[in-house]
């Protein structure tokens, strides 16, 4: 009927990857619509706490504001550590996503979430996005969401590995026929590198640097394996001086580097041996064919594909849009009837 098709060009529903690094945005026949840091600078006058800025406009201030204004990331490890917030910044993006408009109903939202997440965090999760207007909230987990974004074979009986590397969390999944044969949750992910090589400069530089600046350190010249020559790129950084306690610039290589995301890309390898231990033999002799797909922002890392090739010894790939995978599979989840069965409401 036209007015179907009208009324589903119109929808507003919505599938958001509430991640603890960025927040992306799926609309029902859009695709995604934006794609945003999970941050929110909250200003406080005269007591009274007021949402100064969300997103890109608060990722700014991080690390550069006043004692009225506190710049919160509302997630940590992949769940939601202030729901208040949380809620506060769902609304925002729903805002700023819709505008204004009115609708005749308010969005039915997909949210998705770490495979080891507890009830409680669930529910949080939940409450945040019902709060927030949503008529109909429900749950697909992390794993399976970056797996449909990635076109994997997930309502085959075929067994596929998918390893997302996020913000908070490394979520290491085998899937087959719509299901998690076998899932584990490492909380590590792009803030653990971003603490290493912070804390490899304080120990090694006597430097302090803030968290933006180790994490575009991580993303300009951040390498897991050791450069041919034990160098690589060079890169000048700017920081605290902790024996003068004045500004001061050095100079950091890729060898250095990869020195210091030593422990952080272990962990995540240590979490796909441990998952490849525990498969199914039928659908292990899968993955030797399948092999390894790599998803999330820590996919990016330049050479974490060669590390789990060499520790695995199986075929490692990368998504074609890591960043944007978990999204664009929460959002198919919303809108392609096969994938409604991996859906959940708690």
């Keep these: 009927m036209w007015f179907q098709r009208f009324f589903k060009m119109m929808s507003h529903d919505m599938a958001i990857d509430l991640g603890t690094a960025n927040t992306v945005v799926y609309v029902r026949g859009r695709g995604v619509v934006l794609n945003e840091p999970s941050v929110v600078a909250i200003e406080t ?113 075929i067994g596929s590995m998918v390893v ?15 299901g998690l044969a076998y899932t584990t949750s490492v909380r590590t992910g792009g803030d653990k590198m971003d603490e290493a090589i912070s804390s490899y400069v304080r120990r090694n530089h006597n430097l302090l640097i803030g968290e933006a600046t180790a994490e575009r350190i991580k993303k300009e010249v951040g390498v897991a394996l050791m450069p041919a020559d034990g160098k690589g790129q060079t890169i000048h950084i700017k ?13 950091i290589n890729q060898g250095q580097l990869a020195e210091a995301l030593s422990e952080p890309v272990n962990t995540i390898v240590e979490g796909v041996r441990i998952a490849l231990e525990n498969t199914q033999p039928e659908l292990a002799a899968d993955i030797v064919d399948q092999g390894i797909v790599l998803t999330g922002g820590g996919a990016l890392l330049e050479g974490i594909d060669e590390v789990l090739r060499r520790e695995t010894g199986l075929p490692v790939t990368i998504a074609e849009d890591p960043l944007t995978c ?10 392609e009837e096969v994938y409604r069965g991996v859906l959940t409401t708690g």
Excluded at 71 to 94: C, T
Excluded at 326 to 335: H, K, P, Q, S
């Design 164 to 178: 997302d590397i996020g913000g908070g969390t490394t979520e290491v999944a085998v899937l087959s026929l719509r």
């Design 45 to 157: 006058i005269n007591g009274v706490q007021r949402v100064k800025a969300v997103g890109d406009d608060a990722k700014v201030m991080m690390g550069k504001t006043p004692d009225a204004i506190e710049a919160i990331r509302p997630l940590r490890d992949g769940v939601i550590a202030d729901i208040d917030v949380a809620e506060q910044m769902i609304k925002h993006f729903i805002t700023k996503v819709h505008g204004a408009r009115r609708f005749p109903r308010w969005p039915e939202i997909v949210i998705c979430v770490p495979s080891g997440s507890t009830k409680v965090e669930r529910r949080a999760i939940r409450d945040a996005a019902s709060n927030a207007g949503a008529s109909q909230v429900w749950l697909i987990e992390e794993p399976m969401a970056a797996a449909i974004g990635a076109d994997m074979p997930v309502t085959e009986p």
């Design 326 to 335: 978990v999204a664009l599979g929460t959002g198919r989840a919303l809108e």
């Design 239 to 251: 920081g605290r001086d902790l024996v003068n306690g004045v500004p001061k610039e050095i100079s």
